[in-house]
């Protein structure tokens, strides 16, 4: 910064971006461990990184209860179909009575068409059959605007 008479001239300085880098959540419900694992590697592989964070949940309960506790809205819920205490139709539901409009994507071994009516008239808005590879994650991702 100079001082010229009664005028200041300020060094021109890079521009700095000012607005936060939004952090994308993403809930994975899945009772089954080794899923959880693949959808972990999965997302790694698609380049999910520190712009994102992964919470999970092993069963439909739990994830409506965190949906219903979290300090933020997710931004996107992959959600399995058959898992304890509740299952993954009756989880939608229960979030989508909530008010709650992140997308939902059904993921499952179940891919009869019948098996996947039944997950979207539950209220999930998209559908990919197990395993969640890092192509399908990333297919997702960008279809939602999280890529």
């Not at 972990?40 to 069963?59: H, P």
């Not at 993954?88 to 179940?110: L, Q």
Request: no cysteine; charged share 25%.
């Amino acid at each position: 910064m100079r001082q010229s008479g009664s005028a200041i001239e300020l060094k021109q300085l890079p521009r700095l971006s000012l607005m936060a880098r939004k952090m994308i959540r993403v809930l994975l419900v899945e009772d089954e461990k080794i899923h959880r694992v693949v959808a972990r590697a999965a997302a790694k592989a698609a380049g999910v990184n520190d712009d994102y964070v992964l919470d999970e949940a092993e069963n439909g309960a739990a994830a409506v209860q965190r949906v219903r506790e979290a300090a933020a809205p997710y931004d996107l819920i992959l959600m399995d179909k058959q898992m304890p205490v509740l299952d993954g139709h009756e989880a939608t539901r229960r979030i989508r009575a909530m008010g709650v409009t992140t997308p939902v994507v059904a993921v499952s071994s179940d891919v009869l068409p019948a098996d996947v009516e039944a997950f979207i008239s539950a209220g999930a808005d998209d559908f990919t059959p197990k395993p969640l590879s890092k192509e399908k994650l990333g297919n997702i991702l960008a279809k939602f605007g999280l890529a």
